[in-house]
């Protein structure tokens, strides 16, 4: 099943890329090179938190869970059009899975994290090797610098992407809980590129990313909640990513680039809505999401 949606989604970004070439000749000035398609190999580490408070707000932090470093890979893909000299459409898809990862899920009595809770079973450290992410973005930019050295643009775009975490336990064989966090937002970004010698350039970018993040939980052994929605978490978000690459061109069709990622995300204060057997749905406070990633790309771009 993850091959079959692996391949769906190159195809896809094989077939917008391959229309937006045929269409390339209804734009009067067609520029040459117009189309590339860039794909690769992609590695993330990812710290991810979120906490909710008590019916009353007392205690102020009731529940936390914190997914330690999970560690992610999977493919990238992008397709870019240039529309005409300075501006370009672009659209990307990454896909990863989780191979290794902990997490631990700690409730307590008392503010600020005092008066821990026991667990009814187990203990409060968890693995979170299973699981995956993924997301896509369409953006269009604007190159406000064009030349043979620098390149300087800035635009817009919309991003979606989700990741699914697991809490399990070899102890606890019938333990299969999920947590499914999406982000949606706009993609406001900077980029640049400088040509550092006739094979090698250096490019940055930077980005800034308000929106609305939403979750739903599958708790799946408390014999209270209900399955496979056991609550939803909702807020607003904002987000930075930074990337900075470095690639090199072996002809005027095909070059290699290795780029380095980072993402610091998180959301405000939301909403918690808990969805009980006996029809009861409490709502708390969300106090928030937070989400820390790093990792890199390994691509290759071929030019049309």
């Not at 769906?8 to 398609?37: D, E, H, M, Y």
């Not at 090797?129 to 635009?155: K, P, T």
């Not at 947590?179 to 400088?194: C, I, N, V």
């Not at 909640?225 to 470095?246: D, E, K, M, R």
Request: charged content about 20%.
């Amino acid at each position: 099943m993850k091959l079959r949606k692996t391949i769906k989604a190159i195809l896809t970004i094989g077939l917008a890329a391959a229309i937006c070439n045929a269409g390339a000749q209804s734009f009067p000035n067609p520029v040459r090179g117009n189309l590339s398609i860039k794909a690769g190999f992609e590695h993330r580490k990812t710290n991810f938190r979120w906490s909710i408070a008590d019916s009353d707000g007392e205690p102020n932090i009731y529940s936390e869970l914190i997914y330690n470093p999970i560690q992610s890979m999977g493919f990238y893909a992008e397709a870019n059009y240039r529309i005409f000299k300075k501006l370009n459409i672009s659209a990307s898809f990454n896909r990863l899975t989780t191979y290794k990862g902990s997490a631990t899920d700690i409730d307590y009595n008392g503010d600020n994290r005092t008066d821990y809770i026991p667990p009814q079973r187990g203990d409060t450290l968890f693995k979170s090797n299973n699981g995956n992410m993924q997301g896509y973005d369409i953006s269009l930019r604007y190159s406000f610098i064009d030349n043979r050295i620098f390149e300087v643009g800035a635009g817009i775009a919309y991003h979606f992407s989700k990741e699914l975490f697991y809490l399990r336990d070899d102890e606890m064989p019938d333990l299969n809980t999920t947590y499914l966090a999406r982000w949606k937002a706009a993609r406001f970004f900077l980029q640049a590129t400088a040509q550092l010698n006739s094979k090698l350039y250096l490019g940055a970018n930077v980005s800034y990313l308000p929106g609305r993040y939403d979750a739903t939980a599958n708790w799946n052994i408390q014999t209270d909640f209900q399955q496979p929605v056991s609550f939803i978490h909702q807020a607003y978000s904002n987000g930075w990513n930074y990337n900075t690459n470095l690639g090199y061109r072996f002809s005027r069709h095909l070059d290699i680039n290795i780029a380095w990622l980072h993402a610091n995300w998180k959301t405000k204060t939301g909403l918690d809505r808990l969805f009980k057997k006996n029809g009861e749905t409490p709502e708390t406070q969300m106090n928030g999401a937070f989400k820390k990633s790093s990792g890199w790309q390994l691509t290759a771009n071929y030019t049309f």
